[in-house]
């Protein structure tokens, strides 16, 4: 098999396979991974950090579903500390960064947590909990790891859902042209060149200015600039195809258009269509970060690595560069291995 395949392959299948996991596998599994803890931002990738884990409310069952998909809201309050230790029936904790100040947990905390269990000299062992933070955390506190698995979800559903409306547009827009030729043909490529007389990105940002900020516009308006592309490779198959001796025979056999179009050519080109598709793949990826990074994309507090990329920019000169480095990996990665792929699957079709 290709090498360009397997390498590609593999990596977006893990990636598939983490995506899909999500909130199961990650640190984080409150919802967009947006737990703060502003006491330990900016945190350097493999930290440990002890915290106080103060129950905050009766335990609520979250089934496997629902938490793969949309995560579970914490029935907790963490506090970050140094360490701690129970005298005279109370639970006193130095600060985390801290070695000079110890406090007392609050009234309300102490009876918070005799709810759930029996104070004694035990105490620390059920409530004292330790975390690591494999990529570290941000400004913010949030676990960069959890954020970076939740927003290739993004991605990849940018990916697919634009690559799917760019399919239907431009593979019915190049069949007609192709096919038809004629009017149609001049019509249709008169579109595609005022299409391509404007650049991807800024067509993007007016059709996302036009349809407003949001998830689903993002979606659409990333697809609405990937089909003319995939209607000028359908159209030149399309037209090489048509004059093939089968098709004549179709015709002299009575079949409609349509038949002829979607039965006889159309699984003839599936080849081309499947390269293309996969560079739009990345194409979408790269757009989408663009606009998050630009803030003009999917908005805050569904986490995206474009927006990752923005809150973190600034660190790059200082000594957090890796707030921006790793999620701009995770897009050079992601995007590399659709295109590896493409190549692979295009020097399957075409030896030559």
């Not at 130095?94 to 009876?111: F, M, R």
């Not at 019915?172 to 007389?197: C, E, K, P, Q, S």
Request: proline share 3%; net charge positive; aromatic share 12%.
């Amino acid at each position: 098999m290709n090498f360009s395949i397997i390498v590609g392959g593999f990596i977006i299948s893990f990636t598939i396979l983490i995506a899909i996991l999500g909130y199961l596998i990650i640190p984080d599994q409150t919802p967009y991974s947006n737990a703060q803890i502003l006491e330990i931002g900016c945190l350097a990738p493999m930290s440990k950090v002890k915290f106080l884990e103060i129950p905050t409310k009766e335990v609520q069952s979250s089934n496997f579903i629902n938490t793969m998909l949309f995560g579970k809201h914490s029935n907790s309050t963490l506090i970050p500390i140094n360490n701690a230790y129970y005298k005279d029936n109370q639970i006193f904790y130095t600060e985390y960064g801290s070695t000079l100040i110890t406090k007392n947990l609050s009234k309300e905390d102490q009876a918070q947590i005799q709810k759930f269990y029996k104070i004694d000299d035990k105490i620390l062992t059920k409530i004292l909990t330790e975390k690591k933070y494999f990529f570290g955390t941000d400004k913010y506190g949030r676990d960069v790891l959890s954020q970076i698995v939740i927003g290739s979800r993004v991605s990849l559903s940018v990916g697919l859902v634009s690559v799917l409306i760019s399919l239907f547009i431009g593979v019915i827009a190049g069949l007609v042209a192709g096919y038809y030729r004629g009017i149609a043909d001049d019509i249709i490529m008169w579109i595609i060149n005022v299409f391509w007389t404007v650049p991807s990105l800024l067509l993007v940002i007016a059709i996302t200015f036009a349809l407003g900020k949001g998830f689903w516009q993002v979606f659409i308006a990333i697809g609405f600039t990937m089909w003319v592309e995939i209607a000028r490779i359908v159209r030149g198959q399309v037209m090489s195809i048509r004059e093939k001796e089968y098709i004549y025979a179709c015709k002299t056999l009575g079949y409609s258009d349509l038949r002829i179009m979607f039965r006889h050519i159309l699984p003839n080109i599936v080849g081309a269509i499947t390269v293309i598709s996969a560079s739009n793949f990345s194409t979408a990826i790269l757009l989408e970060a663009g606009l998050s990074f630009l803030g003009i994309g999917i908005q805050p507090p569904i986490p995206t690595w474009g927006s990752m990329i923005k809150e973190n920019y600034s660190y790059i000169l200082l000594d957090k560069a890796y707030l921006s480095i790793i999620p701009g990996f995770a897009i050079m990665f992601l995007v590399l291995s659709f295109m590896l792929l493409g190549n692979g699957i295009r020097d399957k079709f075409d030896p030559k």
